[in-house]
């Protein structure tokens, strides 16, 4: 059974602080992964998508990179600011095409005016 | 971008009762839709996938004659839970998948059901 964990499963952080969240995958027969925000009683929004061909991608104060090999993802916060506090969860495909998603239980980051 | 939608946000009633949730892609053709379960502090879970004008394919443990999904049209899933108990009181996330853009999936904004 494939599995994502998350660490740590929560982070408390003043703000301007730098930060890294942690994905880890048991199988890293991947096709890409995903980083997403939920904020508390709401959806998931997508932040980034890494191909498994890929080794990082950008949007903003945000950088996700993969290393397939020892199944791991890092999502990077630069300077975070309070509107970022929101449950991060990172998900894993592992088919192509009609690939169904692997969720870990998500990262409850809170920071701090 | 692409929206989903989800209705009701919030439910609440009485156990041994039938809830219906709805899913819906407001501006693209979702060929496939799926929905999820959250427990508090928890993953989402996977519960079925469904096809539209197919059958909808259930995860292992998941009671397919109590969570009913009808996908009849290209915009339109409903999950139905049926004579709900407390224990299935969670958030019911959908989302949906764009025929066009296969790696996709747009999430809707999700339904809190408690059952008393």
């Known amino acids: 059974k494939q599995e994502v964990t998350q660490i740590p499963a929560a982070l408390s952080v003043p703000e301007g602080e730098n930060l890294v969240l942690n994905c880890s995958f048991t199988?890293?027969?991947?096709?890409?992964l995903q980083w997403f925000r939920q904020d508390p009683g709401k959806g998931l929004t997508s932040l980034l998508l890494i191909q498994s061909s890929q080794r990082e991608q950008t949007s903003g104060r945000l950088n996700a990179s993969l290393d397939k090999s020892s199944g791991r993802s890092t999502l990077y916060i630069a300077a975070s600011q309070p509107g970022d506090s929101a449950t991060y969860l990172c998900?894993?495909?592992?088919?192509?095409?009609?690939?169904?998603?692997?969720f870990g239980k998500g990262t409850m980051l809170l920071v701090s005016p | 971008g692409a929206v989903v939608s989800q209705h009701p946000s919030w439910v609440i009633c009485k156990s041994g009762t039938s809830v219906k949730i709805e899913c819906r892609s407001l501006d693209f053709q979702a060929t496939t839709m799926f929905w999820y379960r959250q427990f508090p502090k928890q993953s989402l879970m996977l519960m079925a996938t469904s096809n539209e004008g197919s059958k909808a394919t259930y995860e292992q443990g998941v009671e397919k004659d109590k969570f009913l999904i009808n996908h009849a049209s290209l915009t339109l899933s409903t999950l139905t839970v049926t004579s709900a108990h407390p224990e299935d009181s969670s958030f019911y996330i959908c989302?949906?998948?764009?025929?066009?853009?296969?790696?996709?999936?747009?999430f809707g904004p999700g339904t809190r059901l408690l059952v008393l």
């Open positions: 989302s949906a998948r764009d025929g066009r853009q296969k790696e996709t999936q747009y």
């Open positions: 199988d890293s027969a991947i096709y890409n």
């Open positions: 998900a894993v495909a592992y088919a192509s095409g009609y690939s169904t998603l692997t």
